[in-house]
């Protein structure tokens, strides 16, 4: 994995990529997909998202305050399905769909080894967590894998069905 | 248009696509390009987004706690960038690029014809505004074109570069 500029992070975000989230506790790492999430700053990134109480994660990102969030491409769409159906309650979800955990260079939760770009993030605000399960994260560091060239990510439309990246088209735009 | 089931509202939204927010204020409609919104709740359908307060849709939006989000396919990206491109505060972007205001059901700011979906909504929570200029909705009212069939969205990922959508697939999942 190879550093990315915190300036660029939005890049990946703003699309609207179906995602996965790694937290870390009692040195047990889970890893869940998500879909509702944002960009709120550029730089440093602050994202949120909403991880609902419901999940498994959500105790171990409440409590820790760490997480990374890590891109897949299209190859890894069965996977993150499959991430998606169960819950770390009752399985390591690493060991059982063979996803790889790097150690992170700020944070607890891992790196995953298979998606293109990992995001090692903090929790920066917790305001609207009680009402909304809504966390604001601060990206601390960023790194993309250089060997996966172009990757397509996935969107989530509902029940399974999901959009991938078409082609790109380029605009006069004055927007960041 | 047609009304759309509240229930199903997420499944426009999730996916990320690039919307058009639409604001009214003493009498004069404006609209905007958003890309940093993501889903909150189902049902009643909730919503975050960012508005930049160095917007003019923002004083709109904080005085009268009304919006639509309008959400255009590919055919309409180069009015979408143009949009995003201007300021309200110097001229009526209806009028100077060709979208037609309809009147909403709900809310006072205008549905956009030209787009295959509209959000009539309401500010619903205002506590990060100041810290991130971030509102939560309530949608009240949705409104699909049916005469677009299969609309491809588009999605930023900076200075004018849109990602389209491209082949859909389906995998086994119980996530709604």
């Given amino acids: 994995m190879k550093e990315l500029p915190l300036s660029k992070v939005y890049q990946l975000l703003e699309p609207g990529p179906v995602v996965l989230l790694?937290?870390?506790?009692?040195?047990?790492?889970?890893?869940?997909?998500?879909?509702?999430?944002m960009m709120v700053e550029f730089e440093p990134p602050l994202v949120a998202c909403i991880v609902s109480s419901a999940n498994h994660s959500f105790a171990a990102l409440r409590s820790t305050g760490e997480c990374v969030i890590a891109v897949p491409a299209l190859e890894l769409a069965p996977k993150v399905v499959k991430v998606g159906n169960c819950s770390g309650r009752d399985l390591d979800k690493f060991m059982a769909f063979g996803l790889t955990p790097i150690p992170a260079a700020r944070v607890a939760p891992p790196l995953v080894a298979e998606c293109f770009a990992n995001l090692e993030c903090k929790v920066a605000d917790t305001s609207l967590v009680k009402r909304y399960n809504l966390f604001v994260l601060e990206v601390l560091k960023a790194w993309r894998d250089p060997a996966q060239k172009n990757p397509k990510t996935i969107h989530h439309q509902g029940y399974g069905k999901f959009i991938v990246d078409g082609e790109t088209i380029k605009l006069k735009s004055r927007m960041r």
Same sequence: chains 1, 2.
């Fill in 22 to 37: 790694t937290t870390a506790r009692k040195g047990r790492a889970n890893v869940m997909t998500m879909s509702w999430h």
